[in-house]
Each structure stands twice: as C-alpha cells, then as structure tokens.
C-alpha cells in the first residue's frame, strides 16, 4: 500500500495549488482520504477529510471557504485546492487513508499516510 502525495511548491500569499495524492495497493472506494499538514515546530493538524461518495466531507476552520477537498475514484486520487493561500498555510501536506472516517478526523489515526509534499506560501 501507497501514497503519494504531489503538488506541493513555493507560491505567493494570494496564490492557489491544487495538491494530488495517488493511492496504490487498496480499494480506495471503500476508504475515506484526508490532508494533513505539519509546520516546522507545530503539531501536525488536520486540513480536510473526505468520506465515501455521498456523504459529507470536512474542513477545519482556518481553511473552510478556501480549500476543497475532492476525489476521483477511477484514478484512486484524492485532491486539496487550496486558494487564497496565507503565509500561515506553509507546512508539509500529507494524505492519509482510513477505513473510519471518524478515527481518521477525530483521532487522525489514519490506516495509511504518504510521506508529504512542502507547501511554502510568502
């Protein structure tokens, strides 16, 4: 099992990215995605979580308005658009995968984890 988190860059504050994470090794239909991100010397808090088709999805507060979270499940990728981005969105970005969408955003204990992808926003 993999994944494989890209599009991670350095941008201007205001500017926009849209961040991929590609899953290998699982059915990822059946597993609900998450970004999270990590600033040096912080804890790494959760971003945006996406459950099943058909249910809803979640945002923490200091990004709701400006990121979505999405997926395509024929190309097993979930994706982060992030507009509008601040100075304070700099940070790694990792995906994760868990069967329970509630342990993976309540407790982020996630299944499966990428190894991140840098976000540098100035």
């Known amino acids: 099992v993999q994944l494989v988190e890209s599009g991670g860059e350095s941008v201007q504050a205001g500017g926009s990215l849209r961040l991929s994470c590609v899953a290998f090794?699982?059915?990822?239909?059946?597993?609900?995605m998450g970004w999270y991100r990590q600033a040096p010397g912080k804890e790494r808090e959760r971003v945006a979580a996406?459950?099943?088709?058909?249910?809803?999805?979640y945002y923490a507060a200091s990004v709701a308005g400006r990121f979505i979270i999405s997926q395509d499940n024929a190309k097993n990728t979930v994706y982060l658009q992030m507009n509008s981005l601040k100075a304070e969105d700099t940070a790694m970005y990792y995906c994760a995968a868990a069967v329970d969408c509630t342990q993976l955003w309540y407790t982020e204990r996630g299944d499966y984890w990428g190894q991140g992808t840098q976000v540098t926003v100035s």
């Open positions: 090794g699982y059915t990822f239909s059946r597993y609900c």
């Open positions: 996406i459950p099943t088709i058909g249910r809803p999805t």
